[in-house]
């Protein structure tokens, strides 16, 4: 670790701080129906969508009128895109004349980029053609980002609000998230992406002939497009298959640390979006904190480990100086590398700049571990905040529960319905990645797609179903997950891991609308003291520890210890 | 569920208009327009001749040019990616065995994550000058000029690391010999 290496992380974190507020309140105003300095190019055209698409945009919705929506609109979405992908081959903009995908990995790709996780079970260069990355997933990109914040609007009203049953509209919340907030920051960082390098271009492809005479054909495409809002969505499916490590995708460590900027920016401001429409910023400054604190420690972690690099190679004679480089590129350096792998997993974004699998192993737990913590720190656009507040709802519970007190969350009263419902989705994790983990551990056909052996590949089977059901996207990537088995099942996990999850947090936040609010008294817990974000971050980590760490144990724990053993696999 | 049906369908198409079409066909326009060299991929020309792009790595194996780092893909930029090996994986031991000479720096026996990677840092270049003056029947201390002067230093003093693009420094070596 260097004195150079925290100060570009610092820097990237106090850019990210810069906007965190004027962002947050420009979102709160826009989500309850305030005019913005958008509003004079951007109304005509949000109001032509309601009048096409027939939406009465004053039309309150309840939790289940809201899911609903949802859930048509995501199918609707899972269909076209179902359908592009098939039909690739007799559609536009397809110059290598790549031929449709097929139905397995239709139906996995479909899922992944729906649910926001942009799991990739192909590259992209030798499978997708301009077409399909445009239309098809990149509009994904925007739809599925734009989903999750309306998600999280409704969960937030459901505090702001009194003796309510509307949590607002979606097709208005996802309108106005793409066209005010998605769209324009897109735009602006697209064209900064370009500037720095990033293709932008209906090319298919440069063939050139090398100083050495040999032939090197580099695809090209639309690439700065996708790339903004991969970052500012937290979607993370790169254009090609080393994702954000690859130089078009992120030619230099500006560009990288611009990268990183994107993926937390709307993140980090949700949750000042949330305390100002509670009425208390101050309660987004304390959920803020929370995710700063945890990211912060996994942060320090990779850093740590992947600079003290890998002994069996010093063993070797190399150099320890550069510390563990397999697997990652010279221009972004170990600081920002480390600062990437906690944010785009703190996140559910899912982008990589490193290669995950060939982290150390401690570098690997933090990733893993972000990911299994229930990606709200800050977790995903949207899909974060709505995380955070449940792990909020459990957090004045067991506080409630030691002084003997019926919890209260921003005036709400949490009773048993809203408890079970809280423990209901945050079941979905542990459920889903351990099950199909242990399953897939003794499937010979799963334990076939394997990159490497030992407690190693136990992880890559364990980070394969964390990110699907978490809709992080990332992968140990060594792991063949293109197969029936493997796009089958986590396509089933980034369903479950997203919609299990959020329909009882909306039938939550619809009971939670609906009572009214009361007012502080003395023995109300204060939920925006130091006390509170120490018991909130306590809740998250005890939880997240005793459902994961026996199977942590057995990955990235035991290969630790077998690594200073010298051990080999 | 049938009421959402309109707006759900009918949204999904005017944002697959706008989004998937008129957003990146403008922002192709665009970038075309202002920043026409890196919307095309950085392409690097001799003469008439496309020899790559600045960007992206591209091998080479004769002594006298300096190597790039080693690749998963070959250099292959159809098959971006890493190894993806683990820290413990006795196919990585094996392949930085057959590489490693005393002291060697890291990324000059480890793979990128993208197998395209375009630098090597300055260690893994000063490792190499000897071999590259020789074939070149070169002083090493021109050689040396030579890196020091490709070596780019981090952005502002800040952002990123110090580091040599391989293409650029060996073109450098290759122009005093085409003139």
Not at chain 1, 221 to 229: F, H, K, N, V, Y
Not at chain 1, 338 to 360: E, I, P, R
Not at chain 2, 14 to 24: H, K
Not at chain 2, 128 to 142: D, F, H, I, Y
Request: charge should be neutral; charged fraction near 10%.
């Amino acid at each position: 670790m260097s004195i150079n290496g925290w100060l570009q992380i610092a820097v990237t974190l106090a850019l990210v701080l810069a906007v965190v507020l004027p962002l947050g309140r420009f979102m709160a105003a826009l989500f309850t129906g305030q005019r913005t300095f958008l509003h004079p190019i951007l109304s005509p055209v949000e109001h032509g969508f309601y009048r096409a698409a027939g939406i009465d945009p004053a039309r309150e919705q309840g939790w289940a009128a809201y899911a609903m929506a949802m859930l048509v609109f995501s199918g609707a979405g899972f269909a076209s895109l179902y359908a592009i992908l098939r039909l690739q081959g007799v559609l536009p903009f397809n110059p290598a004349e790549l031929p449709g995908v097929a139905p397995d990995l239709a139906f996995n790709t479909a899922v992944s980029f729906l649910t926001n996780t942009n799991w990739q079970a192909y590259s992209g260069e030798i499978t997708m053609s301009p077409f399909a990355q445009m239309a098809g997933l990149a509009v994904h990109n925007f739809l599925s980002a734009a989903t999750g914040i309306a998600l999280a609007m409704a969960v937030t009203r459901a505090f702001a609000r009194s003796g309510e049953m509307g949590l607002g509209n979606f097709w208005v919340d996802l309108t106005r998230c793409t066209l005010y907030v998605l769209l324009p920051l897109s735009i602006v960082l697209a064209l900064a992406f370009v500037a720095l390098g990033v293709p932008q271009t209906l090319t298919g492809s440069l063939d050139a002939t090398t100083l050495e005479g040999a032939r090197q054909v580099i695809p090209l495409g639309p690439l700065a497009s996708q790339e903004a809002i991969k970052q500012l969505g937290t979607n993370g499916g790169g254009y090609f298959n080393a994702n954000s490590a690859h130089p078009f995708e992120n030619p230099s460590a500006l560009s990288n640390m611009l990268a990183i900027w994107a993926m937390l920016a709307i993140s980090a401001a949700l949750p000042i979006t949330f305390g100002r429409m509670v009425g208390s910023e101050r309660q987004g400054w304390a959920l803020l904190s929370a995710m700063a604190i945890v990211m912060l420690g996994g942060v320090a972690l990779v850093y740590w480990a992947e600079t003290s690099g890998n002994p069996l190679l010093t063993a070797l004679g190399v150099d320890p100086a550069l510390g563990n480089m397999e697997g990652k590129e010279v221009r972004f350096g170990q600081a920002m590398s480390a600062l990437f792998v906690a944010v785009t997993t703190g996140l559910s974004c899912g982008a990589v700049d490193v290669m995950h699998d060939s982290l150390t192993p401690l570098g690997g737990l933090v990733p893993l571990l972000l990911i299994q913590l229930g990606e709200v720190l800050p977790g995903g656009v949207g899909s974060g905040l709505y995380g955070m507040v449940v792990f909020c709802v459990l957090a004045v519970f067991v506080a409630g529960l030691m002084v003997g007190r019926t919890p209260e969350f921003l005036g709400k009263k949490i009773e048993a319905r809203e408890i079970r419902l809280a423990v209901l989705a945050v079941l979905i994790l542990p459920l889903v990645i351990l099950g199909f983990t242990s399953v897939a551990a003794m499937l010979p056909a799963a334990l076939a797609s394997l990159n490497n052996q030992g407690p190693h590949g136990l992880s890559e089977l364990l980070y394969a179903y964390s990110s699907a059901a978490g809709n992080n996207g990332s992968a140990f990537a060594g792991l063949n997950a293109n197969t029936p088995w493997f796009n089958t099942t986590l396509g089933i996990a980034m369903m479950l891991g997203r919609f299990a999850y959020v329909l009882p947090v909306l039938a939550m936040a619809g009971s939670l609308a609906a009572k009214t609010r009361v007012a502080e008294s003395s023995g109300t817990f204060p939920t925006t003291s130091l006390l509170f974000v120490g018991l909130l971050v306590g809740v998250i980590l005890i939880l997240g520890g005793l459902q994961f760490f026996p199977a942590l144990a057995l990955g990235p724990i035991v290969e630790h210890v077998l690594m200073h053993a010298s051990a080999t696999f | 569920m049938i009421p959402h049906l309109r707006p759900a369908f009918v949204l999904l198409a005017l944002f697959t208009l706008l989004l998937g079409l008129a957003y990146p066909l403008a922002l192709t326009g665009v970038a075309g327009l202002v920043f026409p060299h890196q919307a095309e991929g950085s392409p690097v020309h001799i003469g008439d001749h496309l020899i790559g792009s600045s960007l992206i790595g591209q091998a080479f194996s004769k002594p006298e040019h300096f190597h790039p780092r080693p690749s998963a893909s070959g250099y292959d930029a159809m098959a971006s990616g890493g190894s993806n090996l683990g820290p413990l994986s006795q196919k990585l031991i094996d392949r930085v065995k057959a590489d490693v000479t005393p002291g060697v720096a890291a990324d000059a026996v480890t793979t990128s994550a993208s197998g395209l990677d375009p630098d090597i840092s300055p260690q893994n270049a000063l490792g190499q000058v000897a071999r590259v003056a020789k074939a070149r029947s070169l002083p090493e201390e021109t050689v040396r000029d030579v890196v020091a002067a490709q070596t780019k230093p981090r952005l502002w003093g800040l952002i990123g690391e110090p580091r040599v693009n391989v293409l650029a420094l060996n073109l450098a070596l290759d122009k005093p010999m085409a003139n």
